[in-house]
């Protein structure tokens, strides 16, 4: 341990700890804009230099260690001087277009403008201008709005390990961009939105869907239905103060309808329609030695991920669609055929913690003759500001149910939402399955949690069924590595392309606090815990839905309505370049 003073306070501190991290352990604020905890430190973007005695100049707190004896001025003249002829020089590059900005009210820069008393223009000039990169179907990139703090590339390289993007040039030319400058659609991105969650303007934000759901509600001839992800009930209280965690199901369900869906459905219970289809597609291929491990679909980040990097293993995926696009097909056949509506005029929209789940819903390559299961996808933040539009105060709503019959669900659906949570589903039903006696210890606590990677045995039956769970796409390379070489011990592995799962998806509400998607998580559990049925197979809408429509999982006609097909998608960007 070391002693310090930092403004006058007596710290102690563990030997190596930096300026910044002490600071905060007595509750000293200074602000940052390129930090990321647990990451290297790179001393960027110096809105965190501090003033250290003896020294000549300021000190960039993040990137430096505390000394015995050193004597520290975080607010200092000199400092707040400093602080804001920085985010002065930062503004004066940035498009003044604050009032249009989807990040209008929740920008750091705009914070950090006003924390500093930024009053008037003092160092006008030439700025940046750039094109707007809108060719994604999920995200939009804004390079004029980027304060080159490097937190998005530091995300998409270190943490996620996608190397989608990073700096090119030098100088007033700097740039955030992809490879060769080209759009995002035809790079590595796999359009997770984690940059969008940590980037601290703009400059990075999801493609909105909001017009096109707007003008569909508006369309008398459609009938338009909506259904909500499991992790949505527990993230978006916190954009209206609720405590985080807090599930808020009863009035989501009333402010939709109140935007005028003609009804409103959850994604749970597709959820558990994808573990009786993946379960038991799961136990085919280990009763007739086909391919294993097999892997989880239910992220579209993580399957566009193999389709890019490792088409050769495409064949482990199970081919089961996920969860709302398997929604929006029963929606489209069997509830179609139930309400007499002609699927064509039937509008479904997702709302989803996701942004990569825009992409998924127009995968042109998977048969353009086909009608979309989704017609469009609202994240958790496009649908508060829709809330707002509409001039709803959702913290007064009532509490409303979901729609029948397609709104039933169990424990097993919420628990989707969280790292882990589809294994411990799966697990559930194909326990009953494969010995016709219920799992008694329903919490599977090995396989819960943010570790990177988590595994356990499971005896069933007298067959010992290895699991993985990959928390966050970065984390996936070793277990691809050892199915190529033959040492993979693995017959099912789930993969989330986020970290912690869905919870802490690109389309949430944007936080940088780790502890939030802890609490998230925990309230997904809870929910789990207090529910009546807690594995898949005991939804008795589901259940009817087999008998009514499907027969049973992994039927013909279920293969040919809930499940789907994978692409070699560098193959198809080598053929469009030839074309071209």
Same mark, same amino acid.
């Given at each position: 341990?070391?002693?310090?003073?930092?403004?006058?306070?007596? *710290?102690?501190? =563990? &030997?190596?700890?930096?300026?910044?991290?002490?600071?905060?352990?007595?509750?000293?604020?200074?602000?940052?804009?390129?930090?990321?905890?647990?990451?290297?430190?790179?001393?960027?973007?110096?809105?965190?230099?501090?003033?250290?005695?003896?020294?000549?100049?300021?000190?960039?707190?993040?990137?430096?260690?505390?000394?015995?004896?050193?004597?520290?001025?975080?607010?200092?003249?000199?400092?707040?001087? %400093?602080?804001?002829?920085?985010?002065?020089?930062?503004?004066?590059?940035?498009?003044?277009?604050?009032?249009?900005?989807?990040?209008?009210?929740?920008? =750091?820069?705009?914070?950090?403008?006003?924390?500093?008393?930024?009053?008037?223009?003092?160092?006008?000039?030439?700025?940046?201008?750039?094109?707007?990169?809108?060719?994604?179907?999920?995200?939009?990139?804004?390079?004029?709005?980027?304060?080159?703090?490097?937190?998005? *590339?530091?995300?998409?390289?270190?943490?996620?390990?996608?190397?989608?993007?990073?700096?090119?040039?030098?100088?007033?030319?700097?740039?955030?961009?992809?490879?060769?400058?080209?759009?995002?659609?035809?790079?590595?991105?796999?359009?997770?939105?984690?940059?969008?969650?940590?980037?601290?303007?703009?400059?990075?934000?999801?493609?909105?869907?909001?017009?096109?759901?707007?003008?569909?509600?508006?369309?008398?001839?459609?009938?338009?239905?909506?259904?909500?992800?499991?992790?949505?009930?527990?993230?978006?209280?916190? &954009?209206?103060?609720?405590?985080?965690?807090?599930?808020?199901?009863?009035?989501?369900?009333?402010?939709?309808?109140?935007?005028?869906?003609?009804?409103?459905?959850?994604?749970?219970?597709?959820?558990?329609?994808?573990?009786?289809? #993946?379960?038991?597609?799961?136990?085919?291929?280990?009763?007739?030695?086909?391919?294993?491990?097999?892997?989880?679909?239910?992220?579209?980040?993580?399957?566009?991920?193999?389709?890019?990097?490792?088409?050769?293993?495409?064949?482990?995926?199970?081919?089961?669609?996920?969860?709302?696009?398997?929604?929006?097909?029963?929606?489209?056949?069997?509830? %179609?055929?139930?309400?007499?509506?002609?699927?064509?005029?039937?509008?479904?929209?997702?709302?989803?913690?996701?942004? *990569?789940?825009?992409? #998924?819903?127009?995968?042109?390559?998977?048969?353009?003759?086909?009608?979309?299961?989704?017609?469009?996808?609202?994240?958790?933040?496009?649908? *508060?500001?829709?809330?707002?539009?509409?001039?709803?105060?959702?913290?007064?709503?009532?509490?409303?149910?979901?729609?029948?019959?397609?709104?039933?669900?169990?424990?097993?659906?919420?628990?989707?939402?969280?790292?882990?949570?589809?294994?411990?589903?799966?697990?559930?039903?194909?326990?009953?399955?494969?010995?016709?006696v219920e799992l008694e210890n329903l919490n599977l606590e090995a396989i819960r949690g943010l570790d990177d990677v988590k595994e356990a045995t499971i005896d069933i039956a007298g067959l010992q069924l290895n699991v993985a769970v990959v928390n966050g796409i970065g984390n996936v390379g070793p277990i691809l590595d050892q199915i190529e070489n033959g040492t993979c011990k693995y017959h099912f592995v789930e993969v989330m392309t986020c970290p912690g799962g869905c919870i802490n998806g690109g389309g949430q509400p944007i936080h940088h606090k780790p502890e939030k998607v802890i609490k998230r998580v925990k309230a997904l559990y809870e929910i789990d815990g207090k529910m009546k049925n807690r594995r898949s197979h005991e939804n008795e809408a589901v259940k009817t839905v087999y008998k009514e429509?499907?027969?049973?999982?992994?039927?013909?006609?279920?293969?040919?309505?809930?499940?789907?097909?994978?692409?070699?998608?560098? %193959?198809?960007?080598? &053929?469009?370049?030839?074309?071209?």
């Amino acid at each position: 341990m070391v002693e310090l003073t930092i403004n006058n306070i007596t *710290v102690k501190a =563990e &030997e190596g700890m930096t300026i910044l991290d002490a600071a905060k352990s007595v509750g000293i604020h200074v602000p940052t804009l390129c930090h990321m905890k647990d990451l290297f430190p790179t001393g960027a973007c110096r809105i965190c230099v501090v003033e250290v005695e003896n020294m000549r100049g300021l000190i960039p707190s993040c990137a430096y260690p505390v000394a015995e004896g050193m004597k520290v001025e975080t607010n200092s003249y000199r400092v707040r001087t %400093a602080r804001k002829t920085i985010v002065e020089l930062l503004v004066e590059n940035h498009p003044q277009d604050c009032l249009i900005c989807v990040r209008n009210g929740n920008c =750091e820069l705009q914070g950090l403008s006003e924390q500093y008393g930024l009053r008037e223009h003092r160092y006008a000039g030439e700025s940046k201008d750039h094109a707007i990169d809108i060719s994604s179907a999920s995200m939009e990139r804004d390079p004029a709005k980027c304060i080159l703090c490097g937190r998005c *590339v530091r995300m998409c390289n270190e943490i996620q390990k996608v190397c989608a993007i990073d700096f090119t040039n030098r100088g007033f030319q700097s740039n955030v961009t992809t490879p060769f400058n080209k759009g995002i659609n035809v790079s590595d991105c796999i359009l997770c939105g984690q940059c969008i969650l940590v980037c601290p303007t703009a400059a990075l934000r999801e493609k909105s869907n909001t017009k096109l759901v707007q003008s569909a509600i508006q369309d008398k001839s459609k009938t338009v239905v909506v259904q909500i992800a499991p992790a949505i009930r527990a993230s978006i209280g916190e &954009e209206y103060g609720f405590p985080i965690g807090t599930d808020v199901t009863g009035k989501l369900v009333t402010g939709l309808r109140r935007l005028g869906f003609n009804s409103v459905f959850d994604t749970n219970f597709a959820a558990d329609l994808t573990i009786m289809e #993946e379960g038991t597609e799961l136990i085919n291929r280990i009763q007739n030695n086909k391919t294993l491990p097999m892997f989880t679909s239910c992220c579209p980040g993580w399957v566009k991920h193999l389709e890019q990097n490792r088409p050769a293993l495409l064949d482990h995926l199970s081919t089961c669609k996920s969860p709302h696009e398997m929604e929006g097909a029963v929606l489209k056949s069997y509830y %179609a055929k139930k309400m007499n509506i002609d699927p064509k005029d039937l509008f479904v929209v997702s709302i989803m913690p996701c942004t *990569v789940k825009k992409f #998924e819903a127009v995968r042109p390559e998977l048969g353009e003759e086909k009608m979309a299961d989704v017609d469009a996808v609202l994240t958790t933040r496009e649908l *508060v500001r829709y809330f707002k539009m509409a001039g709803i105060e959702f913290e007064d709503l009532p509490e409303g149910n979901f729609d029948n019959p397609l709104g039933e669900s169990t424990g097993a659906a919420v628990i989707f939402g969280a790292s882990g949570g589809v294994m411990e589903a799966a697990l559930r039903t194909a326990y009953f399955k494969l010995t016709g006696v219920e799992l008694e210890n329903l919490n599977l606590e090995a396989i819960r949690g943010l570790d990177d990677v988590k595994e356990a045995t499971i005896d069933i039956a007298g067959l010992q069924l290895n699991v993985a769970v990959v928390n966050g796409i970065g984390n996936v390379g070793p277990i691809l590595d050892q199915i190529e070489n033959g040492t993979c011990k693995y017959h099912f592995v789930e993969v989330m392309t986020c970290p912690g799962g869905c919870i802490n998806g690109g389309g949430q509400p944007i936080h940088h606090k780790p502890e939030k998607v802890i609490k998230r998580v925990k309230a997904l559990y809870e929910i789990d815990g207090k529910m009546k049925n807690r594995r898949s197979h005991e939804n008795e809408a589901v259940k009817t839905v087999y008998k009514e429509f499907f027969g049973e999982p992994n039927s013909h006609k279920a293969h040919d309505i809930l499940h789907t097909h994978y692409i070699d998608r560098k %193959a198809i960007l080598r &053929e469009n370049a030839k074309k071209n």
